[in-house]
């Protein structure tokens, strides 16, 4: 057993967890949190293929894996935007507005 | 660039830039009056000996256009049809709200029509051929009533399902043989499928029972000059069609060629009954334009039993389809020139112009009727032999059916003359002269045929008089019938009202019967989709189809994933490191 | 003394990216000025588009290796054919409704914010196009899917923002499948460029779990049947433009990667194909139901679409049944065809509706007015759909029914034969109304409501219609010279 | 083989503290605890990052991932007060469905890689052959803005078109009638949070120009930096309510604040291109100055679009917010 064993099981289990999460969880919000441990998962995938055993990683992937958190915090920010304007769109069709 | 192949060019393109036109008002008036001018490129060309190729690799998929002698015969008389079926509808659209979106689908039918017999290549053919029905689809709901609706709608379900046939049948032919070319198409072997796709699709534009059933309500519900195209010339298209593509005297297919030619019998004899049996002058037409066709499905059969006969058939059937389009075309124009006449107080006056294409079509000798008969008969003695006397036997009676069906036309066009717009009323020449023109041209035909190259005229004039004796029964039949008719209305009404009963007592069951089920099937196409996707939204299909994806892909992927894996042996030993910098 | 400038030694690959990347800039930071910034920046990378199609029509294989860092280290630009086709389509269906949109008199909301989102999106669906790197692919896919997000929510009913949201989670989850699937393929083979996963791809064992990771993304991004749950409710309730560019464009960049991976680098032979020729006979026959029921003219539309992505898809089946065969020719002309003829429905819609007032299909013949040009372009478009002679859906059915016969795929055929009957069914219901005028109550006004914008869908219902007339054009662009090896079954 | 590693069980247990914590967050009732309990998962991510030998994408991970997203989790939960959920929920049998396919794709993944022996040199050796020639010392550096910076301006593309997007839904909302966007209650005022603020604000941007700077030369880089800088900026916005200035006058130089990094980035690119070497070719001399120029407008850009992120709303001009506030149902 290995690091790379240990947590490219823990990247794949993540991306399960979070996949399943994603499509059953009854509320959005938390649909987003388990879009992101998914992308986590994605992650750890890359930086175990990063990694060298006796060090010396490997910095492609490092970058790849820099953008894919900053590309999905950017959707997680639109997608929490859409949760607050659709909360306050139903707020609003509540009340006795014309 | 050569002037045949400048008229090529012009066979659509002079009616498609007419059509175009349209779309600018100030232009409308002038080309809707010179409506019969766009069939003339077809006519010029038509008397052009050489048959001029004109290839347009860049159009579609690749388009190849030129004429051959029998692409020339049906361009002929076509070509004649329209022309005359125009110069009838410049007057019979004098002051139509509509005549303008007539004009367009007449002109588009007409490119669509003509176009096609210069076609050398699938794509074209198909295409002109699409453009002639969906077009001619205005012209038959082009009274707006709800009868025309309705026999609208029943053309254009067959048209759709006739293209659809076209399509899979072209297309498999042209798998089949590798090429896009007409001519590859004839030279290939061809499958049992695509053989049948396309006889099916060609037999819906001929009218071949029991594909027919939108021809007689389409023919009636279309104004005149446009039924005139659709019976004179437009249903002509689809045994152009059958010729242009199908391998006839090369392959054997007796099958098909049964199936056909048992098709060609019974259409012969059931459209006459259902001629008898209808009630308006312009439908008693169509039928008999049915009734007519299945003599061209006994020599297609005949021909796809025993190739070696198609070199007879050939000819018979072109001068068949001639005889048929100009005397159907003449009988239609006619039926207005009728209506108008009666109008003016004068039915009488009308019926010296009706005669003569009616004497045609039922083959009273010497006109064009008998000498096709007659060609048709000698042609179908190479058929296969054990049918060559069932084959003989139909086409004589055919004789007696068209006669009975020429009197339930008169009878009908008696009892219901036709409506005719104020327009023609007042100049009757806008359709007379064109019948009369297309009545001469039929006699003409017996003079002209020999140019088209396929041979001398068959016989028109009769070793034996007695040979005419189906027509001469069918007219004492017609006047029998008309007699003992007129009496049963008169007479005892009880007696045929029980007689009738048993037969009202089954339609009025058969009705209600079909009423039900149309309900209940309507009720279920709006039921089943509601609740599948009710079930849908409770089982969360956007979930749950993830899971349906993911299980699909991964049993696909599975035995080489676990064979992989197998191989690699888990947990094997990274790959080569990299040594330490 | 002006410089001497070699317009052939121009880099022209990257001028699709950046001009509308710089247009979006402009128009973002000057709101005032965002539609003749928007307008530049399409027209600049139309200038980009149409000189790149150039050079692939002499033969030429323009690549670029952003920075001079050759792959695998860095990132290369291509084009070949079917780059081509799919940057001319986004060219003439942004600048059409780009016009349409500056012929309009602005909404009141999201009217500045509407032209930096359009050109945003323009960028990524160009760079998605021309890039040869699959993680660079990735990012641009994610560019494409906020912007078209952003432009989703305009209309600014609850309606909207609840199927964007859906629109956004389905295409983040569809995102997190493809980085793992792309994880999983650096990690077997420690690179991205697309020529070299081509000449390893397949022989690792977890390529077939990136392979299904990967496929399934694209498939809940390119709403395949199955996974089209997001895609009814967000194209219907988008502004009419809008609807337009995602239905007729954003569809078609997932669709056109999954063809060049299949056909350039995963496996072509893999069975995978008859689970995505399943899904689309599914797509086919759910989308037409679903259209057949509809009633809205909007929602028609769009479950249209998905029938229509179906029949794409239906390509990947075919190749399953006989690689060497199919005719992919057939399956891109029916993506243009659909793109261009998709755009002018959604449009013609938006001025139906506009002019109409509603878009209940069972009241439209009811009305009194009537936007002649509108449903003339409608009815053009629907024919282009159908599939009649001479349309360039024509063309695109032809083909890929000739793919099929020479697969002996009879099923496949059948399917694309019953899509095409139920598409006239469905299409039908709204034409038919168009006809009648004996419901109308009042006077009927035939001539009503012609503006400029109805310039921009007729032209494209034209386009759509008379292509079909050049196919041999197309067809000959599409075997122009191809860096990812030539579409299998191109005629010639 | 490979002697037994010594931090082998921390491995374990770190993997499994990872896989529980995430469990935890998403199935956790409370959604504030939620939000916390996915920014310590964040973290712990980031500390396995760190033993795996990617220092620089544990820093982005614990800066964005865990810090920015945790960030705005609970922006959001303060705004709409707790989650909604789904009138009905997914029924049992599709769920387990899911589970079960979901559970099969992971497994058979995970035996897949496994059984896969990962590339040998991946593009170590293509990156130690090139990094003379980048301009920079640190390798993720060299890749992120030289080797691969198309992709890197293309990411910084994704995060403008967020914050047009987020602006865009903004625009959507009735405002007359909504609550209003800033963050009442959360405002930090008051003589304690001021002289917090004067202490604390110039200290992270003096960390965030460092984390830029440093970027060079070994982990840290335009990314971090500008996160750091965007909590300087969103704890000023806090300080306002959760809002923007209000002065008018700072809309062009928010929104050119904004799009600085692209600007910049595709301005050196199409200069490189004009100097002759090609779009983004930098000249081995002048690479250095050039990505740190770029770099630093990247991170001011990235610092100003977290910020509009977390605020999720467009800047109005003073007077319109006045008018909000003084009458609800005005015109």
């Known amino acids: ?98 | ?581 | 003394m002006i410089p001497q400038i070699d317009l052939a030694a121009i880099d022209w690959m990257l001028v699709p990216v950046l001009a509308p990347l710089l247009g979006a800039i402009a128009g973002f930071v000057l709101p005032r000025a965002a539609t003749a910034a928007g307008m530049a920046g399409l027209g600049l990378s139309a200038v980009g588009s149409a000189a790149i199609t150039a050079q692939v029509r002499t033969g030429a294989a323009p690549s670029t290796a952003i920075g001079g860092w050759e792959p695998p280290l860095g990132i290369v630009l291509a084009a070949d054919g079917l780059t081509a086709a799919f940057l001319l389509l986004t060219v003439v269906l942004t600048l059409a409704i780009g016009t349409t949109r500056a012929l309009t008199p602005a909404p009141a909301r999201g009217a500045a914010i509407f032209w930096p989102l359009m050109l945003l999106l323009v960028a990524g669906l160009n760079g998605a196009f021309l890039s040869t790197d699959i993680f660079n692919i990735y990012v641009t896919l994610e560019v494409a899917a906020l912007a078209a997000v952003g432009l989703a929510v305009l209309t600014g009913s609850a309606a909207a923002l609840r199927a964007a949201l859906n629109y956004l989670l389905a295409g983040m989850l569809g995102g997190v499948l493809i980085l793992l699937g792309i994880g999983l393929l650096f990690h077997a083979h420690g690179r991205l460029d697309l020529a070299g996963l081509a000449a390893v791809a397949g022989s690792a064992p977890s390529d077939g779990i990136a392979l299904i990771a990967i496929i399934a993304g694209l498939a809940l991004k390119a709403a395949l049947f199955p996974l089209h749950a997001w895609l009814p409710a967000a194209h219907s309730n988008a502004q009419a433009p809008v609807s337009a560019l995602l239905s007729a464009l954003v569809l078609k960049a997932p669709l056109y990667v999954a063809l060049r991976l299949w056909v350039g680098v995963l496996d072509p032979a893999t069975a995978s194909g008859t689970v995505l020729g399943v899904m689309g006979a599914g797509a086919i026959l759910w989308g037409s139901v679903q259209a057949l029921r509809a009633e809205r003219l909007k929602l028609l539309v769009a479950y249209s679409t998905v029938a229509q992505v179906g029949l794409i898809s239906l390509a990947f089946g075919l190749s399953a049944a006989n690689p060497a065969a199919i005719a992919w020719t057939g399956a891109v002309t029916l993506m243009l065809a659909h793109g261009l003829a998709k755009a002018a429905m959604f449009m013609a819609a938006g001025r139906i509706v506009e002019e109409v007032g509603h878009d209940r299909i069972a009241e439209l013949d009811r009305s009194p007015r009537r936007p002649t040009l509108a449903q003339f372009s409608f009815a053009l478009a629907a024919i282009s759909l159908i599939g009649l002679p001479p349309t360039l859906g024509f063309a695109g059915k032809w083909q890929l029914m000739e793919g099929a016969v020479r697969a002996d795929a009879w099923i496949w055929l059948a399917m694309a034969m019953a899509g095409t009957l139920l598409s006239v069914g469905y299409l039908s219901r709204v034409l038919v109304g168009f006809l009648r005028f004996d419901r109308v109550r009042g006077a009927v006004g035939e001539h009503q409501g012609w503006t400029l914008a109805d310039g921009p869908p007729l032209l494209l219902a034209v386009t759509a219609f008379g292509a079909g007339l050049f196919a041999t054009h197309i067809i000959a662009l599409l075997a122009a010279g191809a860096p990812l090896g030539q579409l299998p079954g191109a005629m010639q | ?331």
């Open chain 1, 1 to 98: 057993m290995t690091p790379e064993t240990i947590y490219g099981a823990t990247g794949i289990a993540l991306f399960a967890i979070g996949l399943y999460h994603a499509l059953v969880l009854p509320s959005a919000l938390r649909r987003i949190v388990a879009l992101n441990v998914a992308s986590v998962g994605a992650g750890f995938v890359m930086v175990i293929a990063a990694w060298r055993p006796g060090g010396g990683a490997d910095p492609v992937p490092h970058a790849l894996v820099i953008t894919g958190i900053v590309v999905l915090v950017a959707a997680t920010a639109v997608a929490l935007a859409l949760v607050r304007a659709l909360h306050d769109a139903d707020t609003t069709e509540t009340d006795d507005t014309p």
């Open chain 4, 1 to 331: 083989m490979s002697p037994p590693d010594p931090y082998l069980l921390l491995d374990l247990g770190l993997a499994a503290t990872i896989l529980v914590l995430a469990l935890a967050a998403l199935r956790q009732r409370d959604s504030f605890t939620m939000a916390v309990v996915f920014i310590l998962f964040g973290l712990l991510v980031a500390l396995a990052w760190v033993r795996l030998d990617a220092p620089d994408v544990a820093l982005a991970e614990a800066a964005i991932g865990a810090g920015v997203t945790g960030a705005l989790l609970l922006r959001t939960l303060r705004h709409v007060g707790g989650e909604r959920r789904d009138p009905a929920p997914v029924p049992r049998v599709v769920a387990g469905m899911l589970g079960l396919s979901v559970a099969g794709f992971a497994t058979l993944g995970g035996l897949a890689l496994m059984a896969t022996p990962r590339h040998g040199t991946g593009l170590i050796p293509a990156v130690a052959a090139r990094m003379d020639q980048s301009g920079v010392e640190h390798p993720v550096t060299a890749v992120l803005l030289n080797f691969r910076a198309y992709d890197t301006l293309l990411e910084v593309v994704v995060v403008l078109a967020a914050v047009m997007a987020v602006w865009a839904i903004d625009r959507t909302i009735d405002r007359a009638a909504a609550p209003l966007p800033y963050l009442p209650g959360v405002a930090l005022r008051g003589p304690i949070a001021g002289a917090y603020l004067r202490l604390v604000l110039p200290a992270l941007a003096l960390i965030g120009a460092y984390l830029v700077w440093i970027g060079a030369y070994s982990p840290g880089g335009a990314f971090q930096g500008g996160a750091v800088l965007a909590a300087a900026g969103v704890l000023s916005a806090l300080a306002r309510g959760g809002r923007w200035p209000r002065t008018a006058a700072t809309m062009p130089l928010l929104r050119g604040s904004l799009v600085l990094g692209v600007v910049v980035f595709t301005g050196v690119g199409i200069w490189a291109a004009v100097a002759g070497g090609g779009v983004l070719h930098y000249p081995p001399a002048q690479a250095k100055p050039l990505i740190l120029l770029i770099e630093a407008s990247v991170a001011l850009s990235i610092a100003a679009t977290l910020t509009a992120l977390f605020l999720g709303h467009m800047p109005q001009p003073a007077a319109r917010i006045a008018l909000r506030k003084g009458t609800t149902n005005d015109t």
């Open chain 2, 1 to 581: 660039m050569p002037l045949p192949q400048i008229l090529i060019a012009l066979v659509p393109g002079l009616p498609l830039a007419m059509a175009a036109l349209l779309a600018f008002a100030p232009a409308r008036a002038a080309v809707r009056a010179v409506l019969p001018l766009a069939a003339l490129p077809a006519l010029a060309l038509t008397l052009l000996p050489d048959s001029a190729l004109l290839a347009e690799p860049w159009l579609m998929l690749g388009g190849q256009f030129g004429t051959d002698p029998v692409g020339r015969v049906f361009m002929g008389f076509s070509a004649l049809i329209w022309a005359a079926a125009g110069w009838a509808a410049v007057g019979w659209m004098r002051g139509d709200d509509h005549a303008t979106g007539f004009a367009a689908c007449f002109l588009l039918a007409m490119a669509g029509n003509l176009g096609m017999f210069t076609a050398r290549d699938v794509a074209s053919l198909y295409a002109l051929f699409a453009l002639m029905s969906f077009a001619s689809y205005g012209l038959v709901v082009h009274g707006r009533s709800g009868s025309a609706f309705a026999a609208g709608r029943i053309y254009i379900v067959f048209v759709v399902a006739g293209e659809l046939a076209l399509f899979a049948g072209l297309a498999l032919m042209a798998a089949n043989a590798g090429s896009l070319m007409l001519a590859d198409l004839r030279a290939a072997p061809v499958s049992d499928i695509a053989a049948g796709l396309l006889l099916a699709g060609f037999a819906v534009k001929l009218g071949i029972m029991p594909l027919h059933v939108w021809l007689p309500p389409a023919h009636g519900a279309a104004p005149v000059p446009a039924s005139a195209v659709l019976s004179g010339a437009m249903i002509k298209a689809g045994l152009f069609g059958m010729i242009a593509v199908m391998p006839f005297g090369v392959a054997e297919m007796p099958v098909h060629g049964t199936v056909l030619m048992a098709a060609g019998l019974v259409t012969i004899f059931a459209a006459g009954l259902g001629g008898v049996n209808s009630d308006s002058p312009k439908a008693v037409l169509g039928w008999s334009s049915v009734s007519q066709m299945g003599l061209m499905a006994l020599g297609l059969g005949a021909a796809l039993t025993v190739p070696g006969a198609w070199a007879l058939v050939l000819p018979a059937l072109m001068f068949q389809a001639a005889h048929h389009g100009l005397a159907k075309g003449a009988l239609f124009l006619g039926t207005g020139a009728f209506g108008a006449a009666a109008a003016l107080r004068g039915s009488w006056a009308a019926l010296p112009l009706l005669a003569l294409p009616m004497a045609a079509l039922v083959g009273l000798a010497p006109l064009s009727g008998y000498a096709a008969k007659e060609g048709l008969r000698a042609a179908l003695a190479a058929g296969p032999a054990g049918w060559v006397p069932w084959l003989v036997l139909a086409l004589t009676l055919s004789g007696l059916v068209t006669t009975l069906l020429m009197g339930r036309y008169l009878l009908t066009l008696w009892r219901q003359v036709p409506t005719v717009p104020r327009a023609v009323v007042e100049g009757p020449g806008w359709v007379a002269l064109p019948a009369a023109t297309l009545a001469a041209c039929g006699v003409l035909l017996l003079g002209l045929w020999p140019l088209a190259g396929f041979g001398p005229v068959p016989s028109s004039w009769p070793k034996d008089w007695l040979t005419q004796w189906p027509v001469a029964a069918g007219v004492v039949l017609s006047v029998a019938g008309a007699i003992w008719g007129h009496a049963q209305r008169v007479g005892p009404l009880v007696l045929l009202a029980q007689v009738m009963a048993p037969w009202h007592a089954a339609e009025a069951y058969g009705q209600h019967k079909v009423r039900m089920t149309q309900r209940a099937a309507r009720r279920l196409a709006r039921a089943i989709p509601a609740h599948i996707d009710a079930v849908a939204a409770r089982w969360r299909l956007g979930q749950a189809a993830m899971a349906a994806v993911l299980v699909a892909l991964l049993a696909v992927e599975a035995p080489a994933l676990f064979s992989q894996i197998a191989e690699h042996a888990p947990f094997a030993a990274a790959g080569p490191d990299l040594p330490q910098p």
